[in-house]
């Protein structure tokens, strides 16, 4: 097939919008759509220090190499690479975000759950089985990025999350009559560093492509605990329904911003852990997980 806009080979057919793109085209229409979401929401200003979580996967790479063409040559500008380590055999490798940061000059910073919160994924595991294991595992990552970013005095902490992800995300909380989830406000909360999803509205399979295309390789693994995660059936059903109705996921996306703005006034009422010192609701859900699984209470 030929590119829809100046006839050359294409390398990609985007099901949603009809078109098919080549090499440049492809790389230009998806910059362009990160980039307009950037203006849009004025996720990076002058004088921000931006932190990326760079887990090492496709997601995250492809965001970091992205920033980084998109900010290098502005003075303004910080950007810092922060990378977690949660402890799970034969998957978390962190030397491939390491070698990545340090080849395009971005400071990175490796914590791991092990030295924050003394037990590891896969420990956590043996003790409570794998029902939960992303569940707690999400939560502790948010914990440690947030805590991380606000040390080093980040202004925003940027997220690899696709469109694939946020449609997901918008299904799973409907399917578990989630409320409160789909109506919260996105006004950032006192001690929550703001969070940025520039990959938001670009889904999967093109960012991958992207990555593959800028970087030359693609990490495709996924955590040997996800297959018990209600988001393993609610992507395969997604998946098979977008097959057939391609513009589903920028729909449910749209209907998650939707119903997040109606909840668009003070964030939720958040105090410090007493424990932890982290910012949190009535319970701080770290500390309830890490005495679950650490103290059995």
């Known amino acids: 097939m030929r590119c829809s806009k100046c006839r050359r080979p294409a390398i990609l057919f985007q099901r949603y919008s009809g078109l098919h793109l080549c090499h440049d085209h492809f790389l230009a229409d998806l910059e362009s759509k990160a980039k307009r979401d950037i203006r849009t929401h004025r996720w990076i200003r002058p004088g921000d220090t931006l932190a990326i979580a760079l887990s090492g ?5 492809a965001l970091l190499y992205f ?21 799970i055999s ?3 490798d962190t030397e491939p975000a390491r070698r990545l940061a340090q080849d395009l000059g971005v400071p990175h910073i490796t914590v791991s759950f092990r030295d924050w ?13 794998d029902s939960l294991s992303c569940s707690y595992c999400g939560v502790l990552r948010r914990h440690v990025l947030n805590a991380v970013a606000r040390e080093e005095h ?13 449609a997901q995300s918008v299904l799973m909380n409907v399917l578990r009559g989630d409320r409160d989830r789909l109506l919260r406000s996105t006004v950032p909360s006192q001690g929550v560093i703001p969070r940025i999803k520039p990959f938001s509205r670009i889904p999967e399979r093109e960012v991958a492509l992207y990555s593959y295309l800028t970087r030359g390789t693609i990490d495709l693994g ?17 998946n098979t329904y977008a097959w057939e109705h391609p513009g589903t996921r920028h729909a449910l996306v749209n209907l998650g911003d939707e119903l997040a703005g109606l909840g668009a006034g003070p964030g939720y009422t958040l105090h410090s852990c007493e424990r932890c010192g982290e910012p949190c609701g009535e319970v701080c859900r770290s500390c309830q997980i890490l005495s679950e699984v650490i103290h059995g209470m």
């Open 57 to 61: 996967g496709k997601d995250s790479s």
């Open 67 to 87: 920033l980084h063409s998109l900010l290098s040559r502005r003075r303004d500008v910080d950007l810092l690479a922060i990378t977690v380590d949660e402890g």
């Open 90 to 92: 034969g998957y978390r």
């Open 117 to 129: 919160f003394g037990i590891t994924v896969d420990e956590i595991v043996v003790k409570k089985g």
């Open 154 to 166: 980040a202004d925003r902490l940027a997220l690899g999350f696709n469109l694939d992800d946020e």
């Open 222 to 238: 996924r955590c040997p605990y996800s297959h018990s995660a209600l988001r393993a059936d609610v992507r395969e059903m997604l």
